[in-house]
């Protein structure tokens, strides 16, 4: 059974054209990431939210932003896709086992991003 | 950039044979993380070793971890054509409430029937 999914598994966008991606969860984590991954590259962490809090990273383009109105929910914003965010969008999830320093993370299937 | 490094970057083995990846990375750790990736497909967790042990088994896997060399290395014994996927490895800072996996470069792994 899936945990967590991800809509679409492929997008195509136009060049400036805004673009979502969602990723959804039954898992019950408090914890949501978005990561964004180039062919033959490691993920690389956008930004997460720990509940409500969102966190962004210091890399991360203000072209990209995130919302998260449930627990289950979370979206992915591309305000104007440019050429290089061409790439596999990936989400994930993690539950309080920060805390006990687990930290491992539930990943969906990821989103395909074309930008023509 | 905190990223680990991961080596080899592609390795290709028989069936059968035992492939072994290693990661080395920056920080200190609270524990570190293998996972597989399928190609086009999303990550999966594999295993997670502590920074206070030194060895960890599952199945076909044996990880263990070197803090004073900063390196871990992954262990798949008898390989089969399933295993062909990327393997990275992925830390997670001392830190308390630290919720963030720092993931290496990856190692492609493929298996020849």
Redesign the interface.
Known sequence: DAMVIQNPRYQVTQFGKPVTLSCSQTLNHNVMYWYQQKSSQAPKLLFHYYDKDFNNEADTPDNFQSRRPNTSFCFLDIRSPGLGDAAMYLCATTGQGSIMGKNIQYFGAGTRLSVL | SQ?GEEDPQALSIQEGENATMNCSYKTSI??L?W?RQNS??????LI?I?SNEREKHSGRLRVTLDTSKKSSSLLITASRAADTASY?CAT?AIF??????T????T?LTIIP
């Open positions: 990223q609270n524990n993380q996972y086009g497909r999303g990550l999966v967790h997670l502590r990275f997670v308390i409430g630290n919720e963030k996996l993931f290496g470069t990856g492609r």
